[in-house]
């Protein structure tokens, strides 16, 4: 039998052997609960119970492990050129209006700690992600979170140096009067301002300290976040408040946010000079004068959400001049705080026990003074912060007075620069109290040398009194006239010293011995070719013309009676030397009082009310003239009484009349 044969045999055999198939049709069983064999072919039904709450989820709402992998597979797309996801990570930091509460705060620690696992590879091209993220608030947020993004700026920073700048730039602007990060966040911290500032300050802190190079970009970027000159009182109190902070933990910082504070404020005291030169007197008495309503609490202004300096009336029911004056009020007030936070910070510095710390401190007003109050002219109140803290020891009111008279003398030095310091130190040994007699008399030493070696330099080819040739011997001849109407009495011998006998007697008798070289300086300058009394401020004259004369020292007022007649103007030019002068445009004007000298001397009575507490044991206020002031009072009680005579007498001639 063949295979084939076999095969066709035995295929009846298996065909009876197989089981029937059960139909599926015919239950034999009554039991429903028993469950039957799911088809394979087939999916069950599922139902939703309605009370459960279904949620979408979010494809950015991942585990941290997810979201560090979909970080960095974002990063590298984006420089593949797919930005998808990139755009999204983005819009976790900076999310639109109406997604502002999508990413939640533990999804922004999550996608923190992402990039901060991933900071190498946060690059040029990726630099507006980290803009969204430098920009986002987390100063306002959790502690933890804060830590967090504390580490990410400094990873940041030391593995991409280019974003340094722009980390500086955020931390500065936090320390502003609108802080960026004070906004309301998602997980509802609401922290004031001053928390906020102490926060950056801490960020700050740490960051100088692991990257000191930062130190070399914190004070360019602090100048340019400082703010304008027309921002509010506050606006500028919080900031400088910040600023002095940052000396704190950043010495090194000092000596250059000490000088940009003294610069802005400079201007400003500028512009106030400005403006209040340009109001009536009355009105300008009105502006200096008024209380400060600056507050008292620091805490307060820092925490405070109004930015601006409030005014009852509004701009449009306010006529021009009003309004001026109301500007002028808000400089001034503005000034006057910040010289206050000022001198508050120096009076910590020389109260230090250190003496190092004291040292600097008067080394950095030192400095200042040289490079930008001395150069800048007419500044009115900057200056009092050396006046005041140079008295607190003979030490530095020596340094200081050396200091003046040494610039004075410096031929180096520009000609203005020069005659502003024979300003500064006239005005400070006629004004400062602790001005002791030994200096005033050494400072008189020093400049009447100086003015008989510049008399005898110049009075041989002199043709008359020239203001633009002769300026730095101008400025020292006017600065002896204000220190002699101010400190006369220090001028006069002691019952040690031996009198000169070839000192010029006085035209009424002698009554008073003068200091050896006092009446000859006088004399040979007032009366020579140079004519100084014709150039000098004509008030400082006309003064020093009535005490010199009651006290018998000189009598000029036939010189002053000769000088009326005589025209500065003939003896511009007169050689061809030429000297920069005071004013540049000096030789322009034809009317003669602008050819005189200024009457500018930097320690003139203090008005700014608050700030004027520091220096009121310091100043040395004018004291009348014995016997001298006494008449003048007299006359001008007698005039007030002639004048009301003649008024009840025109009244009762009226009421004659009447009757």
Not at 355 to 362: N, Q, Y
Not at 442 to 469: H, I, N
């Amino acid at each position: 039998m063949t295979s084939a044969t076999r095969l066709v045999g035995l295929t009846p055999a298996l065909v009876a052997k197989q089981m029937p198939r059960r139909s599926t049709l015919v239950r034999k069983r009554d039991d429903d609960d028993i469950p039957q064999p799911s088809s394979p072919s087939k999916r069950s039904k599922v139902s939703f119970d309605s009370d459960v709450e279904v949620r979408i989820v979010e494809p950015w709402e991942k585990s941290p492990a997810v979201i560090q992998d979909s970080v960095r597979r974002a990063i590298h797309k984006h420089e593949a050129g797919d930005s998808e996801s990139y755009e999204r990570v983005k819009m976790i930091y900076a999310p639109t209006k109406s997604d502002q509460d999508t990413a939640t705060a533990t999804t922004l620690k999550n996608y923190t700690a992402a990039l901060l696992s991933h900071v190498s590879l946060l690059d040029r091209k990726c630099a507006d992600l980290v803009h969204a993220v430098l920009d986002s608030d987390w100063l306002a947020r959790s502690t933890d979170y804060v830590q967090l993004f504390t580490q990410f700026l400094v990873n940041l920073v030391s593995a991409q140096g280019l974003f340094l700048p722009d980390v500086l730039r955020m931390l500065a602007d936090n320390l502003t009067s609108t802080p960026p990060s004070h906004r309301q966040t998602d997980d509802r911290l609401s922290l004031p301002r001053s928390q906020i500032y102490t926060r950056a300050h801490k960020t700050l802190q740490y960051l100088l300290q692991i990257i000191p190079s930062a130190c070399r970009l914190v004070v360019a970027i602090l100048t340019k976040v400082f703010p304008y000159q027309s921002d509010s009182r506050r606006a500028h109190l919080v900031y400088v408040h910040n600023l002095l902070q940052i000396t704190g933990y950043a010495p090194i910082l000092q000596t250059d946010i000490l000088a940009l504070v003294t610069e802005r404020l400079v201007k400003i005291d500028l512009q106030v000079q400005e403006d209040l030169e340009d109001l009536a007197e009355d009105a300008e008495e009105g502006v200096v004068e008024q209380d400060s309503q600056s507050p008292d609490d620091m805490d307060r202004i820092l925490d405070d959400s109004d930015d601006s300096d409030d005014d009852s009336d509004s701009d449009e029911e306010m006529d021009q001049e009003l309004l001026r004056t109301r500007e002028i009020t808000k400089n001034v007030e503005k000034m006057d705080c910040v010289l206050d936070m000022l001198f508050a910070y120096y009076d910590q510095q020389f109260a230090s026990p250190s003496a190092g710390t004291r040292a600097s401190s008067l080394d950095i007003l030192l400095s200042q003074f040289q490079t930008i109050i001395l150069p800048t002219h007419r500044s009115r109140h900057t200056q009092f912060l050396l006046f005041h803290f140079v008295q607190q020891s003979p030490a530095h009111v020596d340094i200081f007075v050396g200091l003046c008279a040494q610039t004075s003398f410096d031929k180096k030095r520009p000609a203005m620069v020069r005659q502003a310091a024979a300003a500064y130190l006239a005005s400070f040994v006629a004004r400062g109290l602790h001005v002791s007699s030994d200096i005033v008399r050494e400072v008189w030493d020093y400049l009447s040398t100086e003015l008989k070696r510049l008399y005898r330099e110049l009075e041989p080819g002199c043709r008359g009194p020239d203001p633009q040739r002769y300026s730095t011997y101008y400025s020292l001849v006017q600065a002896l006239l204000y220190i002699f109407c101010f400190r006369w009495r220090d001028l006069e011998s002691g019952p040690e010293e031996d009198n000169d006998e070839d000192e010029l007697p006085s035209l009424y008798g002698q009554e008073r011995q003068w200091k050896l070289g006092v009446k000859e300086t006088f004399h040979l300058n007032i009366f020579s070719k140079l004519n100084p009394l014709k150039v000098c401020s004509p008030a400082i004259v006309t003064e020093f013309a009535r005490i010199a004369h009651h006290l018998h020292v000189v009598y000029v007022y036939h010189l002053l009676e000769t000088n009326k007649r005589i025209r500065l103007s003939r003896y511009f030019g007169s050689t061809s030397y030429t000297q920069v002068n005071r004013e540049t445009a000096l030789t322009a004007k034809k009317d003669e009082e602008h050819q005189h000298l200024d009457e500018y001397f930097p320690f003139d009575p203090y008005h700014l009310p608050r700030s004027k507490r520091w220096i009121e044991g310091d100043y040395r206020e004018w004291k009348g003239i014995p016997g001298l002031d006494d008449e003048k009072v007299m006359d001008s009680a007698s005039d007030e009484g002639d004048i009301e005579e003649s008024d009840v007498e025109e009244d009762t001639s009226t009421e004659d009349s009447t009757v």
